[in-house]
Every structure is written in C-alpha cells, then in structure tokens.
C-alpha cells in the first residue's frame, strides 16, 4: 500500500490465532487503506456480469453447486487457530 498499490483483504479466507487476533490483523490493513471483501464477492468481481455466458454456468456451479459450494464455505466461521487448507 505504501507503494500504491490497492489492497484487498479477502476476510472469510484468511485467520488467525484466535478470532480478536484475525479482527486486529484485518483493522490493521483497513487503518492502512485496505478495502475488506470477500470470496464471494472476488468471484462476482470475477464473473463482472451475468450477461458473460461463456462463463455464466461453471460460475454458478462453482458458488451454489457441488459438495462445499463457496456461497456457503465462505459464511462458515473458520474457528480458532484453523490453519488455511485445512
């Protein structure tokens, strides 16, 4: 940030030791000039519009389909001290 660039923290992917550590970590970067957002909300930034049809449907599937669809994954809590991947 210091260097120009746009940071934006992706807060339903990232943790830490304990939910206050994870919301002290996040605060930090908002103090900076971080913009908070979400996994669903980089997909649709992805997706740009519904009109994109060529990629429309395995969007769709990927957030509301399959066994752990993101739209749900991301609202879960990640609980204390889950390390990413896990």
């Known amino acids: ?27 930090r970067i908002a103090l900076a000039g971080g913009k908070p957002t979400s996994v669903v909300q980089v997909g ?10 060529e990629t429309a449907e395995g969007f769709t599937q990927i957030l509301f389909g399959g066994e752990r669809p993101l739209a749900v994954a991301s609202t879960e809590p990640a609980g204390n001290g889950v390390r990413a991947g896990r």
């Open 44 to 53: 649709c930034e992805l997706q740009r519009d519904w009109g994109r049809q």
């Open 1 to 27: 940030m210091r260097e120009g660039y746009q940071t934006y923290p992706v807060t339903d992917a990232v943790g830490g030791t304990s939910p206050e550590a994870h919301q002290a970590g996040l605060d």
